[in-house]
């Protein structure tokens, strides 16, 4: 039997019923047997701040670090806000490279989403979140890049799937489950 990986799903939208959320949770219907898609909720998590991430950090600190750091990978589901990630994303982000020295991110295969009911997907989201994993050691997938533009549309009234999004995201997360595997070698 093959190794199944845990992959540390963080979503960029906070709200419950977010077009990103149901997309994160179709990606862990359509994943390989090899992955295994967990969100890792981050709406809970205080601003970052070092006066507070001392000897005894917040709980939400420490309990968001664990789960990334027992995960073998990471997948960014992500809206684009002002051609960025949302600022929740960006402080999951600095939350999980602190403290200094000690990423939670480091050396994981990550892989990026960005989903927009514009028509450029979230381009803009998409690229400078791949900035910020370069820095954090994440070996980001390249291809196939993913912007799902139009994302109002790919789910129906029940919030199922369309059958024209589901090969799209069929081939990512295939991807992925490839580049997750050579990655750990």
Same mark, same amino acid.
């Given at each position: ?14 709200? *419950? ?44 600190y420490s309990t968001f670090r664990q789960q990334v750091s027992s995960s073998d990978a990471v997948l960014f589901v992500t809206p684009e806000y002002n051609r960025s990630v949302p600022a929740p994303l960006k402080n999951a982000i600095d939350v999980g490279s602190r403290p200094y020295g000690q990423s939670a991110w480091s050396g ?51 919030? *199922? ?25």
């Open positions: 039997m093959s190794k199944v990986y845990t992959v540390a799903v963080l979503v960029g939208s906070l709200r *419950k019923a977010s077009i990103n959320r149901k997309v994160a949770l179709a990606l862990a219907e359509l994943a390989p047997a090899n992955l295994k898609l967990n969100i890792v909720e981050i709406g809970d998590l205080p601003l970052y701040n070092e006066d507070i991430d001392g000897a005894t950090p917040p709980a939400a994981k295969p990550g892989a990026i989403i960005s989903v927009s009911p514009g028509a450029i997907g979230g381009f803009g989201a998409n690229h400078h979140l791949r900035q910020s994993l370069v820095f954090l050691d994440v070996p980001c997938m390249q291809q196939p890049e993913a912007y799902l533009g139009g994302a109002g549309s790919v789910f129906d009234e029940a919030g *199922k799937l369309s059958d024209k999004t589901r090969p799209f995201l069929q081939a990512f997360i295939d991807a992925f489950g490839k580049w997750v595997i050579k990655q750990h070698g």
